[in-house]
């Protein structure tokens, strides 16, 4: 009997190192615990080997004691099997690092025992008539048992708990390994109860390590797996049949069943409704096709694919035959490139995709001869102020489709922006005449409120040499600028005139920091007088000595600025030059003052106060001696802003004037809040009507209104002594223009002061 038992646990300690060889070379994530379990179970293995063939005391007291010690690594490296084992995504269990400690502890008693006997001690036995030892246990024995037996009840409730948890299609996982450790702990406690002599249940050890080893490393649940796949493959939501080499329907899934409306007992009748709906599909070649179906609403898309199945040998085994709807997505995917390329509320082509298209079709029909038009919609703002943001977006899809309405299949529309609108035309189907008696009454209502649009169109005519699309449309749009605010003029052409105006702004734009480094850029000053026709002060107006272009008065460069909004470093460069004359004036005693003046966009682009103030502090002058002069379309936009910066530069010493007082429409409704201490009005406003008596009341009750708010007045454009006589006798305060002196240089000015004196 012995001898019988020595060979099988010959046997099981030869399988559990191939075991543990064959883990350590697997990849998996749980080999590495397969391979320190099935190791630590060859220890007691191999203790129990040596009791068994030994009849010497010696050898039987090492093999108890790899016994005893080898159940401690057994436990532990079982505890770290079920860690790993028993994991659930992404969840890490901390290291059991007291249960090391007491194992650890344990171990030590065990061998202390060599010298203590509190452990165990051995008796001699007669076995099959031959010497064999058995142990007696004591208290440290009992201890080790206690502590294994609670370990193991733990992973026992953690493999039970595991069983119970899980969905049934996966317990087999944990419920093989969990029946294992129960047989094996039986096995062991009957060995223990019983006190037999040879302890058997090692082959239980050995078993259950192979076991551990197969289930985790090797078994693939096939059938569990089949199932699944099935199960998968059923819900699909591609049709799915299966054929044999013969091509009769052996499987289909569920949506295959829908699709060709069959249920389980007519696989005969699939080929038939295949071909049906798509016609001939057989083939022996494996292919993929899209096929639509129907036509209109009830257009269906689909994806067809046939692949071919072989077995090892590369024998044909038969045929699967996919059918996926993509009616869905192929919709989806039209809907998000149309979105792509059409405006979302007028419909009509973006700007990026309308200057594709007509890219493309100026390089296709060379031949033809188009017109560009970028139409624009004049004060929209208006009309969302006026009636709502939902009539102006109204008023934008009535523009369009008129657009859409007039155009034939040969012209490209789209929306530019906002209030923009881009059409390629032919110039065949061009008429000026057309459209400037549709714009003259383009009136648009929604059913509440109705509204005449202003609407202007800038046309360019494409030639040959022309390339960017985007280029043309700043050119049409150039040409917008000779109509701008004109009511009954709606059709505008860019030309050599404007081509050339064009190439000039380009032109001075690109010179204008040179200009301001090499100060090409200077001061004139203008006179400003009292009642007396004395001197009091001057107003600084810039003028540009270029050197290509020579002398250029302000109307050649400012505009352009003014556009570009190049004009506030001018304006900076100018407060500049100002305060560089006031602080030489200061110096040699000459006490007047300059005014300087500040464009709507300078409000826009910097801090204009702080600017100023910054400047005066740095030269070092009086506030008052540097006059601040605003436009009345300054206060056009943002006006409680604007005040507040005007009423800073006033608390600051600064003196604010009004240039061009009564050109707009606004100023006596603001002038009773205005922060203003000058008022100047332009003589022009005699000039530009017929009944000069009503114009010249007008004057005079301007002047004496400025008087009554304690506000001074300045008539500028004075050219005669008569124009002189007559406002000082409407008591008006200062004056200027050409009666008095042109605008001169700083030097000429004051020699102009030393010889007015």
Request: aromatic share 12%; with cysteine.
């Amino acid at each position: 009997m012995r001898n019988n038992i020595a060979v099988m646990y010959i046997i099981l300690i030869c399988v559990l190192t191939a075991c543990s060889i064959s883990a350590k070379r697997s990849k998996k994530v749980i080999s590495n615990s397969v391979m320190l379990l099935c190791s630590s179970l060859l220890i007691p293995v191999i203790g129990n080997f040596f009791i068994i063939i030994s009849e010497s005391e010696v050898l039987s007291q090492v093999g108890y004691y790899l016994y005893f010690i080898g159940v401690d690594f057994m436990i532990v490296f079982l505890m770290n099997f079920a860690k790993v084992y028993c994991r659930t995504g992404e969840v890490k269990h901390k290291e059991p690092k007291v249960l090391y400690v007491l194992f650890l502890i344990d171990i030590i008693q065990l061998l202390l025992n060599i010298f203590t006997n509190h452990a165990f001690v051995l008796e001699k036995l007669e076995v099959d008539e031959m010497a064999y030892y058995n142990f007696i246990p004591y208290i440290g024995l009992n201890l080790h048992r206690i502590l294994v037996y609670v370990v193991l009840a733990c992973i026992v409730a953690i493999f039970t708990v595991m069983t119970v948890k899980m969905p049934k299609v996966y317990r087999w996982r944990y419920a093989v390994i969990l029946i294992a450790i129960l047989v094996v702990a039986l096995w062991q406690s009957l060995y223990v109860v019983a006190r037999i002599p040879v302890n058997t249940s090692m082959i239980g050890y050995g078993v259950f390590g192979i076991c551990i080893f197969y289930f985790s490393l090797i078994y693939r649940p096939h059938r569990f797996l089949d199932r699944m796949l099935t199960d998968i493959v059923s819900d699909m939501p591609e049709a799915l049949y299966v054929f044999d080499p013969n091509k009769k329907c052996l499987w289909v899934n569920e949506e295959a069943m829908k699709f060709s409306d069959i249920d389980i007992q007519e696989f005969d009748l699939v080929n038939e409704r295949l071909r049906n709906t798509f016609g001939d599909l057989s083939s022996d070649k494996a292919y993929k096709q899209n096929r639509v179906i129907g036509s209109g609403s009830d257009m269906r898309y689909y994806n067809i694919e046939n692949r071919i199945v072989k077995d090892e040998s590369d024998a044909l085994t038969g045929y699967v035959f996919s059918i996926r709807d993509t009616t869905e997505e192929q919709l989806q995917m039209k809907r998000d490139i149309y979105n792509a390329i059409h405006d979302s509320l007028t419909g009509l082509y973006t700007y990026e995709y309308l200057c594709e298209r007509i890219q493309e079709k100026l390089k296709n029909n060379i031949s033809e001869k188009y017109c560009l038009i970028f139409l624009e919609i004049n004060n929209f703002k208006l009309v969302n102020d006026l009636f709502s943001k939902s009539f102006g977006d109204h008023a934008l899809k009535v523009v369009a489709e008129k657009i859409r309405g007039m155009a034939s299949d040969n012209c490209l529309y789209g929306r530019l922006s906002g209030v923009d609108f881009g059409i390629l035309v032919p110039e065949s189907e061009f008429s000026e005449k057309e459209l400037e008696k549709l714009l003259s009454q383009f009136v648009v209502s929604d059913g509440n409120f109705e509204y005449h649009l202003l609407v202007h169109l800038g046309v360019y005519k494409v030639t040959e040499d022309d390339g960017d699309v985007q280029l043309m449309f700043d050119r049409a749009q150039l040409a917008l600028s000779t109509i701008a605010g004109e009511y009954k003029t709606h059709v505008a052409y860019y030309n050599d005139e404007l081509r050339r105006k064009l190439h000039w702004d380009q032109h001075i734009s690109a010179q204008l920091d040179e200009a301001i480094k090499e100060r090409q850029l200077c001061p004139y000053l203008q006179p400003i007088v009292d009642t007396d026709g004395k001197v009091v002060g001057a107003e600084a107006l810039v003028r540009w000595i270029n050197p290509v272009d020579g002398f250029m008065p302000p109307g050649k460069f400012i505009p352009v600025f003014e556009r570009n909004g190049m004009i506030v470093e001018v304006d900076r460069y100018m407060w500049r030059c100002a305060c560089e004359i006031l602080s030489e004036w200061k110096k040699n005693g000459t006490d007047k003052f300059i005014s300087v003046n500040i464009s709507p966009k300078d409000f826009f682009i910097i801090d204009v106060a702080a600017e100023i103030i910054s400047l005066v502090k740095e030269f070092d002058i009086e506030p008052a001696k540097l006059r601040i002069e605003i436009t009345e379309t300054v206060m056009m936009n943002d006006v409680e802003e604007r005040m507040e910066v005007l009423s800073d530069l006033r608390a600051a010493g600064f003196i604010v004037e009004m240039d061009d007082f009564g050109s707009g429409y606004s100023s006596l409704n603001m002038l009773k809040d205005m922060p203003v201490d000058v008022l100047k009005i332009d003589m022009k406003f005699l000039s530009s009507t017929e009944d000069e008596v009503r114009a010249k009341k007008i004057i005079r009750n301007i002047i004496r209104l400025s008087n009554d708010l304690d506000i001074m007045s300045l008539t500028e454009g004075v050219e005669t002594e008569a124009q002189f006589r007559m406002l000082a006798e409407m008591n008006c305060n200062m004056f200027q223009g050409y009666y008095f002196a042109k605008p001169m240089p700083v030097a000429d000015f004051e020699e102009f002061l030393k010889n007015s004196s």
